[in-house]
């Protein structure tokens, strides 16, 4: 069963755009929560994270909101360049070594 | 700079033939990670390793198996290759407690026919 779900699947943005890429989980337990940037041919990397004690975080143009109650968090990307064009995963986990979990990943493709 | 490689970048197999995939890590992390990666599905754990000798299935560990006889290289064997296991392989490592940030390697496209 997927225990983060993501939507939606792909996105198309005009630059200059705001891209929003929502998530949802439902174990309690968790308390980090990563998104992952994944370009053609590379493996996932790290974007942004945050933990339940902020509803926000900021770095540069990406923003995750969080909504500890609602059990969601969102990604958005203010003034999306065509280089922001990727695969995003969320992620959430917990305490164990191995209960990261991952959404099934949204295709963004922004147009020039 | 943090680095995760994998063997192969892509791989043919056949129906029933053994197949390896190594992953080296050079951070020196307790944790290595084996994911596939399936469009519409995301990243799904098979095995989790988090010492030398350790291991822990994941969510999907039918049909494959893992070695770790070194703290930076895990191993993910499939015993019998078959077509449902054609996929993109990715391996991670990270620190310990399992919410630090995981590294990954670049992906194993494997194709069985």
């Known amino acids: 069963q997927q225990q983060v779900k993501q939507s939606p699947q792909s996105l198309i943005v005009q630059k200059g755009g705001i891209s929003i890429i929502n998530c949802a989980y439902e174990n309690t337990a968790f308390d980090y929560f990563p998104w992952y940037q994944q370009f053609p041919g590379k493996g996932p990397a790290l974007l942004i994270a945050?933990?339940?004690?902020?509803s926000e975080k900021k770095e540069g143009r990406f923003t995750i909101s969080f909504n500890k109650s609602a059990k969601q968090f969102s990604l958005h990307i203010m003034d999306s360049q065509p280089g922001d064009s990727a695969t995003y995963f969320c992620?959430?986990?917990?305490?164990?070594?191995?209960?990261?979990?991952f959404g099934a990943g949204t295709r963004l493709t922004v147009k020039p | 700079d943090v680095k995760v490689t994998q063997s192969s970048r892509y791989l043919v197999k056949r129906t029933g033939e053994k197949v390896f995939l190594e992953c080296v890590q050079d951070m020196d992390h307790e944790n290595m990670f084996w994911y596939r990666q399936d469009p519409g599905l995301g990243l799904r754990l098979i095995y989790f390793s988090y010492d030398v000798k350790m291991k822990e299935k994941g969510d999907i560990p039918e049909g494959y198996s893992v070695s770790r006889e070194k703290k930076e290289r895990f191993s993910l064997i499939l015993e019998s290759a078959s077509t449902n296991q054609t996929s993109m392989y990715l391996c991670?490592?990270?620190?310990?407690?399992?919410?630090?940030?995981?590294?990954f390697g670049p992906g194993t496209r494997l194709l069985v026919l």
């Open positions: 992620a959430a986990s917990g305490d164990n070594n191995n209960d990261m979990r």
């Open positions: 945050i933990r339940p004690d902020v």
């Open positions: 991670a490592s990270n620190p310990p407690p399992g919410r630090e940030t995981q590294y």
